[in-house]
């Protein structure tokens, strides 16, 4: 299974210098309706089936649904996306300048053995109800049994289906990305300037094995883009201890979009 991450130079540089990609929370990505989207649908099917149900244990999980949602203004939602697509013009354009960007290929046997927690996409309106309404199931359940634990594993479950609904209209993105939380209280939060705002983001490991080759995507200078980006990687492995020292190094390959940005 291959998975793409498509970026600028800048984030190319940083990522294959230090070994780590940048995970942003979920309010500063650039589909304006993250996250709302999936708070939205999750409330409007678990009040659903709770005026269906009218008992004790369905008011007990609207109460803690709404206690956990709330807490989200303690917490941060951290996102990397990676998408399934391999050279798709509206990756190009959606998450790279207009000048030129990159895509970093992994190979994968799965989502579990890629090294950080990923979620599939969902963006069917039907599949979102049907995830959301185990989800209420499921709650009830817990709650009836009285298991603390259960319930807090519950909700962090919830939280990823929140971070993994997606617009349909996003649907050609075939998106696979991975989802961290984190509290304020942990401290392992970073912030970035971007234009006018502060962005937070958290660091985390990349596992190097699986970085198979990066895509030159569409630009002026291709050639001369791919030449200096293979240099770069040879200094980099110089370097006995950058992780790129001890592996065969990523393939650097060219986009076949004939599209001069």
């Known amino acids: 299974m291959k998975l793409y991450h498509y970026t600028d130079a800048h984030a190319l540089k940083s990522i294959l210098e230090t070994g780590q990609i940048w995970l942003t929370d979920i309010r500063y990505l650039n589909d304006s309706n993250e996250y709302i989207e999936g708070e939205r649908i999750i409330q409007n099917v678990f009040r659903e089936k709770a005026q269906a149900r009218a008992d004790a244990i369905s008011d007990e999980v609207l109460r803690r649904l709404d206690t956990v949602l709330k807490s989200s203004a303690r917490s941060y939602t951290l996102i990397g996306s ?20 990159y895509s970093l290929e992994f190979d994968t046997a799965t989502l579990k053995t890629f090294g950080m927690p990923l979620q599939e996409c969902v963006y069917d309106e039907n599949h979102k109800r049907q995830v959301a309404s185990t989800l209420f199931d499921l709650a009830c359940s817990t709650v009836a049994s009285g298991e603390r634990s259960g319930l807090d594993r519950l909700y962090l479950t919830l939280w990823s289906n929140i971070a993994k609904f997606k617009n349909a209209g996003f649907a050609e993105e075939n998106e696979v990305r991975a989802v961290v939380f984190q509290r304020e209280q942990k401290g392992r939060v970073q912030f970035r300037t971007r234009g006018s705002q502060l962005v937070p983001f958290l ?59």
Request: proline content about 9%.
């Open 82 to 101: 990676f998408s399934r697509g391999c050279d798709l013009l509206s990756q190009w354009r959606g998450y790279c300048p207009l000048e030129g960007g």
């Open 203 to 261: 660091p985390v490991p990349i596992a190097w094995r699986k970085l198979t080759g990066i895509y030159v995507g569409p630009c002026r200078y291709p050639l001369e883009n791919a030449e200096s980006l293979r240099r770069f990687l040879r200094y980099l492995a110089r370097n006995p201890n950058h992780g790129l020292s001890v592996m065969s190094l990523p393939e650097v390959l060219h986009s076949s979009i004939t599209f001069r940005s």
